[in-house]
């Protein structure tokens, strides 16, 4: 391999690392959500509440560490945003911890992971080449997959304070492994920053952006961001409520489905490959698919073909997400606002997640589950006529 290769798969190895240890922490409360409930600790309400308030938590942290991003070294951001998370979310390891501890603690618990994302997006996109950056990119996105199957297993084995516990030790230990390994990669000259002045000025930049299509962009992150955090959120309780799946049953088949999921940027990247690298093309593909999924989900009533049929959907719109993440994000290098950009998109698509989740969580008792798969559904659509490409440039980011 070429030393740019070696040092691109030593950057994209040890940021998916800390990403799966993100993701293993932010699905640890969908996992035992059904336990918790069953226990009388939680009701399904409170739960949608403290979900939400950790997505806005979040979105509100991707805006504002963004754009900090674009200023401070990631290894800082990252190890901080890390350390602190994994001790804010040591509360819910205690099981006389009362509500409003918990409320506060989960929701600074989300704004300290919401210090890793940009940072690391922008890092990668400036230490790597393009098409290596898109890879690291794919690597993260697969790593975040499995931190809902590697939440779910742990979940099985474990009470559900121990695995909140298992989940701050794993942040605060990645924290100080990711301070230690980026400093090491700098001095090694494997990680670069590249200097403000190298970019053009600022309200050049944001034309740019603009001309790279973030408002399209903008709006799929809202729509795939509803579908990639709040519904899968729901699953497990979906799993036992509507489908009638016992608890147990219940997180395996999450961690089975989501594990599943897990390869679905590489199936996505392929995807973009074959049709001639053309993003919007590949995202009417993916919202196209996913739309049809949702809606057989309505008239298929038979448990195990429903689990298929709802975890295609997500799959399936799951595409989209990774032509954003994992395409999208890394392909701005050229405007020097890769952690903003980032942070922005994030952040849209938190808040449309919390805003959704709470508003699923009244849902189900008014429409019912089969009433939120049409919602789903209608998303879906709406995702496909916003992909559709209404101009001729297809190719409009860094190669």
Sequence with gaps: ????????????????????????????????????ISEGILTEEQIGSLSSVFFITYAIGQLINGIIGDKIKAKYMMSVGLLLAGISNIFFSFKGSDYATLYISYGLCGYFLSMIYGPMTK??????????????SVGYAFASYLGSPLAGIVAIIFSWTLVFLCGSLTLIMSGIACFIIFTLLEKKGVITYKNDNTYKRKKGRIKILLQKKIVKFTLVSLLTGIVRTAVVFWLPTYYTQYLNFTVE??????????????????????????????????????????????????FVKLPILNVILINLAIFSANGSSAMLWSRYCPGLSSTGLVSSATGFLDFVSYMAASISSA???NAVSVIGWSGLIIVWFILMVLGIFVAIPYDKNTHYLDE
């Design 249 to 298: 049953s219940s997180a395996i088949i999450f961690t089975i489905s989501t594990l599943f999921t897990s390869i679905n940027s590489f199936v996505a990247i392929i995807v973009y490959e074959k049709l001639n690298r053309n993003l919007d093309i590949t995202m009417v593909l993916s919202f196209s698919l996913s739309a049809i999924c949702f809606l057989t989900c309505i």
């Design 359 to 361: 508003i699923f969580a």
């Design 123 to 136: 890092l990668v996109a400036e230490s790597t080449a393009p098409h290596h950056a898109s890879r690291c």
């Design 1 to 36: 391999m070429k030393n740019s290769a070696k040092n691109a798969l030593t950057i994209g190895i040890t940021c998916s690392l800390a990403y799966l240890f993100v993701y293993f922490v932010r699905n640890i409360l969908s996992v035992v959500s059904p336990e918790m």
